[in-house]
């Protein structure tokens, strides 16, 4: 049985559990998972068995308990350092990181404007400028990560990495709301979608009862 179990919410809706959980998957590591049904009475007891920040995903590994999704994701990088969860160039790796840190900490008017949700198609949506701000960043990000260190494969840095985990939650609200992309970020955003660890998310997610019940 495997060492490692994550501490999830719902996959229509967590983007927060999106992102450690396919990198575990698309790494190949194995681990169980451990579901909280979210917006109910006992969600926040529930996760206050696990953690003491109130907050989903959570990885416990041999009594250690790692919280933040970032922060999973170096800890699994550290503790599978042959699964290349990071660029193996130094230089890569630096930038990766950056680009990962700036998705944890920004992104605030999509993250409010587009909720994440794998399970429709909403386009036709309306979303504020400070959003379409933060989608023109992103795009950015997406062409110069690809045109630096892009030419392994079709993720942003070649090969899946965990910066691709990090951003994985976004993908699904560009395709869910029908965002105008450019050639380079469409192109990514099609590789991310059809990653098996993406697809098997989203059937995941259409297995589980809706939230509230």
């Known amino acids: 049985m495997s060492t490692l179990a994550l501490v999830i919410g719902n996959k229509a809706t967590s983007s927060w559990s999106l992102r450690p959980w396919i990198a575990l998957v698309a790494a190949g590591i194995p681990f169980r998972e451990i579901h909280v049904r979210l917006r109910r009475a006992d969600?926040?007891?529930?996760?206050?068995?696990?953690?003491?920040?109130?907050?989903?995903?959570?990885?416990?590994?041999?009594?250690?308990?790692?919280?933040?999704?970032?922060?999973?994701?170096?800890?699994?990088?550290?503790?599978?350092?042959?699964?290349?969860?990071?660029?193996?160039?130094?230089?890569?790796?630096?930038?990766a990181r950056s680009v990962a840190c700036e998705m944890h900490g920004g992104f605030a008017a999509l993250r409010r404007d587009l909720p994440?949700?794998?399970?429709?198609?909403?386009?036709?949506?309306?979303?504020?400028?400070?959003?379409?701000?933060?989608?023109?960043?992103?795009c950015a990000l997406c062409r110069e990560s690809r045109a630096q260190f892009g030419s392994a494969g079709p993720f942003l840095f070649g090969r899946f990495s965990n910066a691709d985990a990090m951003y994985a939650p976004v993908v699904?609200?560009?395709?869910?709301?029908?965002?105008?992309?450019?050639?380079?970020?469409?192109?990514?955003?099609?590789?991310?979608q059809a990653h098996p660890a993406m697809q098997r998310w989203i059937d995941e997610a259409k297995d589980e009862a809706p939230m509230g019940t």
Do not use: C, K
């Not at 029908?178 to 380079?184: D, E, F, I, R, Y």
């Open 43 to 95: 969600t926040a007891s529930q996760i206050a068995a696990f953690t003491s920040s109130g907050r989903i995903p959570v990885l416990l590994d041999q009594g250690a308990r790692v919280w933040e999704s970032y922060a999973i994701l170096e800890h699994l990088a550290d503790r599978f350092p042959d699964r290349g969860l990071w660029p193996a160039d130094p230089a890569a790796r630096a930038v």
């Open 116 to 138: 994440m949700d794998v399970l429709n198609r909403l386009p036709g949506r309306r979303w504020s400028d400070a959003a379409q701000a933060d989608i023109d960043r992103i």
């Open 172 to 192: 699904t609200r560009f395709a869910t709301y029908g965002v105008p992309l450019g050639a380079v970020e469409r192109a990514y955003v099609e590789a991310m």
